[in-house]
């Protein structure tokens, strides 16, 4: 079992920038891939950007230029980055561990942090 902690979130402004972490229980070495996906109040959550185990990223269309994922093993630890941030930013991110256990992938959630970017 995979426990993933979330930074806390905050209230920025448009244009601020933001770094939010993730602090799983276990090497993250273990872990395959690693991601942030968000949920604004109304909508589905989505992806918003993963890292695998050999730093492979990828990222949503609409933070491309804006956020950066990255990922220190270290500490066990992976951030997201967000710069230039929107009021369509605003939302609970969520981090997400994927980990493969002989057979199946398992997913691990974080319980969320809150976002909020006022205009």
């Known amino acids: 079992q995979v426990q993933l902690v979330e930074s806390v979130g905050a209230l920025v402004q448009t244009g601020w920038s933001l770094r939010l972490s993730c602090v799983a229980s276990?090497?993250?070495?273990?872990?395959?891939?690693m991601g942030w996906y968000r949920q604004a109040p109304g909508k589905q959550r989505e992806l918003v950007a993963y890292?695998?185990?050999?730093?492979?990223?990828n990222y949503a269309g609409y933070v491309k230029g804006r956020f950066t994922i990255s990922r220190d093993n270290a500490k066990n630890t992976v951030y997201l980055q967000m710069n230039s941030l929107k009021p369509e930013d605003t939302a609970v991110y969520y981090c997400?561990?994927?980990?493969?256990?002989?057979?199946?992938?398992?997913?691990?959630w974080g319980k969320g942090t809150l976002v909020t970017v006022s205009s």
């Open positions: 890292i695998t185990s050999v730093d492979s990223t």
């Open positions: 276990e090497s993250i070495f273990s872990i395959n891939a």
């Open positions: 997400k561990a994927v980990k493969m256990l002989i057979t199946r992938a398992v997913d691990y």
